[in-house]
């Protein structure tokens, strides 16, 4: 392939591979378990003997498989890497380039309900002049991009590639937006490509996010304090995913990658514990959409190269110097079941923010779980911003 080559791509994943799957699915060896409150140490064992026999029994890969196939996929190669990613053109007078980036334990697939209510407003109870054109690409190591052999792989990367993708469409100008790690991606995106993000749109800022503080700028105040002895609070009772992912991420990647019912256990408990619901995660999201974000990891074998994304951004946390700032205008909603949330002003000392608006339900995977209400969003903080825009 050369460098500049944009190819379309179709999903097909080989029989054999699926019916390893089942083989394996069937063979499941069930730990033990101890009385207790239900998820209280992962999820229940009969939580998940139900989730492999639906998989087995009800599941339909192949319908999943065709349904991510409707969409406009495409492969190119930036730095040597494969990159896979969706493009949608918008269906209205003028539609704005936006590139949405997924975050973990999800993948391209978090974001297949919202595509169409970007790109198509008039089919879903909008207007023709708030289309946006989307791109999805999938972070290297996840999904169908290629995998990183050697050490490097971090957001601000990522941002870079994005950069080059964007251009090599042809897009001069775009918006961005994310959650999780797609938060990550889309601030560098600002950061290191201010005059080419006509906006930021973010559902998400991460926890271990700090701007920089000088002996100028004002003292963390109270609220400040409480967010983050929040966050604290919340890396002590939550954040051993992140200490495994970050230091040791090939060891827990041997079982990941040899269970479907381990990899699942993995990602499915993060979608119970951030997600809007009371009990199991498919309260928040269809059940055919988890497993199908589970498929993507389990086929293409990214569960090492995924977390190791953990421990690439280790090495470069997202904190900026004192004065430093992220300039393009900013737009941030919060979901009432998110992981912990900075204050507005806390958001204010490293971005430009513009729009800071709540919704009413919704968690982490706002994409997943209330995709209408995140376009709706989408469309309002980017509305003032389209005459900023040249495709």
């Not at 973990?104 to 002049?129: C, K, N, Q, Y």
């Not at 973010?202 to 701007?211: E, G, I």
């Not at 230091?247 to 979608?271: C, N, Q, V």
Request: hydrophobic share 40%; glycine share 8%; net charge negative.
């Amino acid at each position: 392939m050369s460098v500049f080559d944009i190819k379309p791509f179709s999903l097909t994943v080989a029989e054999d591979v699926l019916v390893d799957l089942r083989h394996r699915l069937r063979a499941t060896r069930w730990p033990d378990e101890v009385s207790a409150a239900a998820w209280q140490y992962g999820p229940p064992v009969s939580y998940m003997q139900d989730i492999v026999r639906y998989w087995l029994d009800r599941y339909d890969w192949r319908q999943q498989e065709a349904r991510i196939n409707g969409f406009h996929q495409y492969i190119t190669e930036i730095d040597e890497l494969a990159v896979h990613f969706i493009h949608e053109r918008g269906v209205g007078p003028d539609p704005m380039p936006l590139v949405l980036t997924h975050g973990w334990p999800g993948s391209f697939v978090e974001m297949l309900r919202i595509i169409p209510i970007l790109t198509d407003p008039v089919a879903h109870g909008g207007r023709a002049e708030d289309a946006f054109t989307v791109i999805v690409p999938s972070i290297p190591g996840h999904g169908f991009s290629g995998r990183p052999t050697r050490p490097g792989m971090n957001y601000s990367v990522v941002a870079d590639m994005w950069a080059t993708l964007m251009e090599r469409l042809g897009y001069r100008r775009f918006g961005t937006q994310g959650g999780d790690w797609g938060a990550w991606v889309s601030a560098a995106l600002a950061l290191q490509y201010p005059d080419r993000i006509c906006g930021l749109h973010l559902n998400y800022l991460s926890t271990r996010f700090r701007p920089g503080i000088s002996s100028s700028d004002r003292p963390v105040s109270d609220e400040e304090q409480g967010y983050l002895d929040r966050v604290g609070k919340w890396a002590e009772a939550e954040g051993a995913y992140i200490a495994i992912q970050s230091t040791k991420p090939l060891t827990l990647a041997y079982g990941l990658t040899d269970s479907p019912a381990g990899l699942a256990a993995w990602l499915l408990e993060k979608f119970r514990s951030w997600s809007d619901c009371v009990s199991v995660p498919q309260e928040a999201i269809a059940l055919d959409e988890l497993l199908t974000d589970v498929m993507v990891y389990w086929v293409t074998g990214t569960a090492h190269s995924a977390a190791r994304f953990y421990s690439e951004s280790r090495e470069r946390p997202f904190h900026l110097a004192a004065g430093e700032k992220i300039l393009p205008p900013c737009g941030v909603v919060t979901l009432p079941r998110e992981l912990p949330m900075p204050p507005r002003s806390w958001a204010e000392r490293a971005f430009n923010i513009v729009h800071w608006t709540s919704l009413p339900r919704g968690g982490h995977f706002a994409a997943f779980e209330q995709p209408e209400l995140l376009a709706d969003d989408i469309r309002t903080f980017f509305r003032p911003l389209r005459k900023r825009s040249v495709a």
